[in-house]
């Protein structure tokens, strides 16, 4: 589950192609199937948005939850793909985007009716 978060003026306009670019690099470097976007967007009015002055309107927070087991080579370099992707796409500056991997055991996760620890038929890897 991603939750992305910005001020509504800015994200709205940008949210298919902010998701299609955190879609792209789920499945580069996590290996991601096409149908497992699972996203969330935030708009919020600019008055519900505080942010560090030294950041622009286009501030933009990016929650992404996942399951424990990948290596801290493959996280760093989601972060980092998602900094260039995003720059070079949307024209957002890495200055103006933050974040955040959250990564829970597999016991801690529900969908389908079952816990994360006990579906043994996902169609990508978590450890990588």
């Not at 940008?14 to 955190?22: A, C, E, G, R, Y």
């Not at 939850?65 to 957002?92: C, D, H, P, Y």
Request: glycine share 6%; with cysteine.
């Amino acid at each position: 589950m991603i939750v992305i978060y910005g001020i509504k003026a800015n994200l709205n306009p940008i949210k298919l192609q902010l998701s299609n670019v955190i879609h792209g690099c789920m499945q580069s470097v996590l290996g991601m199937p096409e149908d497992k976007r699972a996203q969330r967007f935030i708009a919020l009015d600019a008055e519900d948005f505080y942010y560090p002055a030294d950041r622009s309107a286009a501030y933009t927070v990016i929650e992404i939850n996942i399951m424990q087991g990948r290596s801290v080579k493959t996280k760093k370099a989601l972060i980092q793909l998602l900094f260039q992707r995003i720059e070079e796409q949307l024209n957002i500056a890495p200055i103006d985007i933050e974040i955040t991997i959250k990564e829970q055991p597999a016991h801690c996760w529900g969908f389908r009716g079952m816990t994360g620890d006990e579906a043994h038929d996902l169609t990508y890897k978590v450890q990588v």
